[in-house]
């Protein structure tokens, strides 16, 4: 028998989805929109960032909200393609912490 990834929910019992609208925060639209663009651009495949979102460690995947799964999962897509590297992205952090001091 195949075992489960903690991701695969397929056929157990799990809480009830809220269906209610809400407004997205601009971080969210933000990520959704350079999702698409890099998708459109053939920069990364809707089938990598569902890789690396099942790739995460069960405490960061029953923690990260949605989005913050997009994010981790974009963030290590763009890396494995070497779109970007760790080092230019440790450097930008460090610059926007230094912003929001």
């Known amino acids: 028998m195949i075992e489960r990834g903690h991701h695969d929910l397929g056929g157990l019992p799990a809480d009830k989805i809220e269906r209610t609208e809400h407004d997205y925060p601009q971080w969210e639209r933000r990520v959704d929109a350079m999702v698409q663009l890099l998708r459109s651009g053939k ?3 809707v089938d990598e960032l569902r890789k690396n979102i099942e ?3 069960p405490a960061a995947y029953d ?3 949605y989005y913050e799964k997009w994010v981790s999962s ?6 494995q393609r070497g779109i970007i590297t760790t080092e230019e992205l440790g450097r930008k952090m460090e ?3 230094r912003r929001v001091r």
């Open 74 to 79: 974009l963030t290590q897509t763009l890396i």
């Open 55 to 57: 790739a995460l460690p």
């Open 43 to 45: 920069k990364i495949t």
């Open 95 to 97: 610059e926007v912490e």
């Open 63 to 65: 923690q990260l909200s």
